[in-house]
């Protein structure tokens, strides 16, 4: 039965995977189907944009030769026109002047006619009268009838002469038609001799309207062809903008995160080659005398830790580190009463703390960190201790009489270096309870002694304290995590406290609280907390 039950569970397991990568490849299918012309459309817009770019200046460039076609096919025009005009003119002056000289020759003719038939009558009256005068002034019969015969003669004379007026007349009125049919003749050769050397203009002008028209209507076509093109490109910059944004800033893009990704490694091979090398030339730093007196003691690292409070004693703890009674608890809102400043800034508020029961010689308490199972605990007991620097942030208890006090060094590179200027010192009789990641140890120094900087929690104040750089560049370049550039040196005769894993920490926090935790650590480094 168990195994026919087993057989049908693995066969249901089977079919369910089978129907999930089924339903998995069906949707895959799907994206696939729906997101590929989107994507294929997306790629090729670029592609497009060239083209209707490379179409649009093709299309202005055509309009421009369109332009200067026309405009020379204008100019062309135009000279015709001026051209013809000018023509037009002339002929008319030369007509005119043609006309006047044909009208001037007839008029001249016609006032030599009559000038000399005017001169004839003249002469031939005077004779007659001078006759008259000779033969009509006596009585003589002969010459009486030689009056009336003169008389007769100029009577014949003036009919004569009348219808030599009446001649000229008629001869007169010849000339003139004869004059208005040469003007005539003259004007008609003169019109198609005009026409036959303007025939060829006037073709040649009419061809330049009909191109001009021609090139107008190609003008507007490709201006129609522009504004499409222009929509289509709209309409692809704006179906694709962030695409076209990106391609456009990919340059700019790509130099602001190679600066970005290269400014660590080169900040780190400065500090390398040209930083720690001037700071390791500068005078170590000396916190207190040292040859002065005093102990100090340590236990080993613990994730729990009982510590004892003597008769009369107080036992200070950060809330939440006192894991046994508690009973006669108080608050106590500042480490040292006598300097709240000082007290606030290095974290030490708001401690729980317990006294010493009545009757009692030694009060035990259990320690223990209430919400990390990283952490470790340790005890440093001083006697008559000018002082240990120590990070105030790692210390969650303390018993007897430590006192508290802060050491600047501004001026100090060696303070600079590892972003550290000021040193918080506990000194006085007592124990401080250490808190650290990874485990967390002491070791005596008697000579020389090098940490990482990162895990060091503290050291003796009558130690000289100095830095220098790591001993290995590449790690360091690509991970100073792991390998950080400044080691912390101590000489002298003392004790360095330090941790065995800090990261610890650092691994359990959120995003939000890692941006958080780079900005407030740094801070709490530089004031020794």
Known sequence: MHLLAAIVTTLVKSALILVGLMGLLFLGYLVVAEAGPTVREVMEAPGRLDELQTATLENVEAIA????????????????TMRLDAEQAR?????????????????????????????????????????????????????????RAVRQRMRDFQQSSQRQRELLHDTSRHLQERARQDSEAHRQRAQERLELETAQWREELHGSVARLDEIERERQALEDQIAQLQAEEAILREANWLWMAFQRQWPQLLLVALLIFSAP?????????????????????????????????????????TVGVPQGGRLLARPGYIQSDRQGAKSEIFFDRTAPNLSYLSGLVLLTRLDSGDGE????????????????????????????????????????????????RLSSLHAWATSQVRFL???GTGSLILEGYGDVSGRAVDGLEEKRMHLVLGFDTRLTYQTRRTATFLPYLVDPGREPLVVDTFEGEGAVFFEKNPTARTRRRTAGEAIAGFFLDAIRRLLGL
């Open 425 to 427: 010192i506990f000194s």
């Open 65 to 80: 030769v369109r332009h200067g076609e026309a405009t020379a096919h204008r100019a062309r025009h135009t000279a015709l």
């Open 361 to 408: 010689e030694l009060r035990e308490v259990n320690l223990g960190t209430p919400d990390d199972p990283d952490a470790y605990l340790m005890r440093i007991d001083l006697k008559g201790h000018p002082g240990v620097v120590l990070r105030a942030s790692h210390v969650v208890a303390l018993t007897g009489d430590i006192k508290i006090r802060s050491a600047w």
């Open 265 to 305: 490694f080169l900040r780190r091979t400065l500090w390398y080659f040209v930083g720690m090398p001037l700071v390791s030339r500068a005078e170590p730093i000396q916190l207190t005398d040292r040859h002065a007196n005093g102990e100090v003691t340590w236990s080993e690292g613990a994730r729990t830790l």
């Open 91 to 147: 002929f008319e002056e030369e007509l005119e002047a043609d006309l006047r000289a044909i009208e001037t020759a007839a008029n001249e003719q016609m006032e030599r006619v009559r000038s000399t038939v005017e001169e004839n009558r003249r002469a031939v009256e005077e004779s007659i009268r001078r006759a008259e005068a000779e033969a009509c002034s006596t009585w003589n019969p002969l010459e009486w009838w030689a009056c």
